[in-house]
């Protein structure tokens, strides 16, 4: 996947500069508040730790804080920059903790070139954090770096350069030699490269059962051999007396080949002289020591393994390091150690062998996954990783003396199922569903450069096949200011199009009855607006994605017009999407029904169950009013309860209940003790209003107090997906909803 320059520092540089931000978790409004949270009330919770260091965890946010510490010495592919250019590097390993494992980081970035400056920092930052994640430093300095620090300090250190690549690749070797039938102990292995990631991988599969004198290391010099004397002692570590000089020497006859080093370094030749039904793990990135499909045509029996998420078997850091720290940070461990790494490979390893759920399927646009050749690992969006691999690594602590709190797997997988939630991650799963099958999604603002930008992300990572619409010389003079290039993208200029008039006459025959004449039609069918909403409406394109230079009451005219209501549906309903840290609530109606009366609130609610059944997601509703059950009668309490009744007798396999307030809607707790009688047995995450204002109201308060993320609104009970962008869009915006129209678009064709 290609990204230009100029949107890597544009997506950089836009709104807050950089990707992290530190957010402060309780009230600081009042004057008690900042008694409470600075003088006098701070010295509580200080003496409380001075003299028991463990209420660290309980008043401080320590236990969920990890350093990435880098000296910017061997920076991904990009070696020795320097701390200070390897930032936004450690400000991504940072988002990548966060957005997996809940994870809080500050990253770290050093002028310290030697290892003993490194040791000294991470000493005397160990009061501060709960981890440390070592990144980007080089070999052999890291492991002298990492050695030292797990003697010395008392909190978990992990250097994922080193150990992340073993731990996954681990878990994808035991299933890849169960498929081919061979025992871990007689596999012959042999590695290209030599740095801190294949001798750590090396010695994790020496861990895992296979023998040493039975792994050939390969550097740039060539096979490392009893009879070199340029070796340090990590590499000495795996020097054998061996007549192989060369990389095609040591993959003659191997077992399995690791690839650590550099793209296209293996042939074909060298991949047909493996052993029977070989195992390749070309993990080079982004472009492998040798593809799939060659690596196939030269061994149609090989198994092969790579980095890339394009092709079966990714081996990705991301399945690890979240985790381990995740189980790690919550099992108080003093250290990750040999037994955590080797819980998580194997947890890794066993989850593969899971039955796959839908939602994961969906994800990855396939119809079934089962263990076998070209499933090795879990997928990195499998919502099912963390609960499996942070229990693992937390007993192991636990068994191996280094944690200070013993958990119970049960109840804390239970924990991280509600930490967890299947809508955390609800954009990102349903992008990789969007790539399933390519949607034509027209853009009527096509000169509009956020839809310019948006539409090139889409198609340059095959998300959708955008069609903009507009007059072709202001769209090419408005991507030319926007460096936008316009590969890949459909432009179509209504007033010149060979569609005009077949379209023109559609929309007349559409609109007739209501007054239109043929002439009319001629004149609208320029607006971008109509064209596009014709071509939706004709099959020509999937969904249609526009407004985003319209006032609201503007925005949906033609496409409603032109495309219409679902007779089915007997009404169309905005839904917003609100997307907090941890949960994902559909909020209806937003836009459209100013007071609806009792059964269209019982349609809305039914139709944003059925988009929300789309997503993957069960639906949850909650009809809401200011009273709980009949607490108070009123017009509108009773029109929510009423519609709430509707939808029991009619879908009585929906969860839903109502009327109730928003608190008792959110909190499992209060229905549970108050209302154990509600339909609603968990947290509802999809939220009912009784009218247009509430709703809006409702959605923007959160969105500015709370900083929650909002998509939408996207247009329920249409005959085909209309969804509206608003004024205040960002490029992300777009591209969200974008991978919402085009995943309502899939659905809808089953």
Known sequence: MAVSRQEALDYHAGGRPGKIQIAITKPCKTQRDLSLAYTPGVAEPCLDIQKNPDDADRYTARANLVAVVSNGTAVLGLGDIGALAGKPVMEGKGVLFKAFADIDVFDLEINAPTAADCIRFCEMLEPTVGGINLEDIKAPECFEVEETLKERLKIPVFHDDQHGTAIISGAALINAAE??????????????????????????????????????????????????????????????????????????????FVGLSVAGIVSKEMVAAMGKRPIVFALANPVPEIMPDEAKAARPDAIVATGRSDFPNQVNNVLGFPFIFRGALDAGARAVNDEMKMAATLALAALTKEDVPEAVLQAYGLEHLRFGPDYLIPKPLDARVPLWVAPAVAVAAAQSGVARRVLDPKQYREQLEERFGASRALVRT??????????????????????????????????????????????????????????????????????????????????????????????????????????????????????????????????????????????????????????????ADTTLVEYPDTRTVATIASQTAKLVRRFGLVPRVAL???????????????????????????????????EMMAETALTPAILKAQFPFSRLKGQANVLVFPGVAAANIGYQLIKCMAGAQVIGPMIVGTKKPIHVLRRDAGVQDVINMAVIAAVDAQERRK
Do not use: C
């Open 179 to 256: 498929v081919v039938g061979k025992k871990l102990e007689d596999l012959k292995i042999a590695f290209s490269g030599a740095g801190a990631s294949a001798i750590a991988t090396a010695n994790h599969y020496v861990r895992l059962g296979v023998r040493r004198e039975n792994i050939t290391l390969v550097d740039t010099k060539g096979v490392v051999h009893a009879g070199r004397t340029d070796l340090n002692k990590y590499k000495q570590a795996f020097a054998k007396k061996t007549d192989a000089r060369t990389l095609a020497d040591a993959m003659k006859g191997a077992d399995v």
């Open 430 to 587: 349903l992008t990789a569903r969007a790539k399933r099958t390519l949607q034509r999604l027209v853009f009527p603002d096509g000169h509009d450069h956020r839809v310019l930008r948006a539409a090139h992300v889409l198609a340059e990572e095959s998300v959708a096949a955008p069609i903009l619409i507009g007059e072709s010389e202001l769209i090419r003079r408005a991507a030319a200011e926007a460096e936008v290039p316009l590969a890949g993208l459909t432009i179509v200029d209504p007033d010149s199009d060979a569609a005009k008039g077949r379209y023109a006459r559609a929309l007349w025959e559409r609109r007739r009855l209501k007054g239109m004449t043929e002439h009319h039609a001629l004149e609208l069918i320029r607006r971008p607006d109509y064209f596009g909403s014709v071509m939706v409406a004709e099959g020509d394109a999937d969904a249609l994605l526009g407004g985003i230079q319209q006032y609201y009451p503007d925005k949906l005219h033609a496409p409603l017009q032109v495309i219409g209501v679902d007779p089915a549906a007997g009404v169309a309903a905005g839904v917003i999407i609100v997307t907090l840290e941890r949960d994902s609530y559909f909020f």
């Open 624 to 658: 809401l009013s200011f009273s709980n059950f009949g607490s108070f009668r009123t017009s509108d309490s009773v029109r929510m309860a009423d519609a709430a009744r509707i939808l029991h007798e009619e879908e009585p396999d929906l969860e839903v209940d109502g």
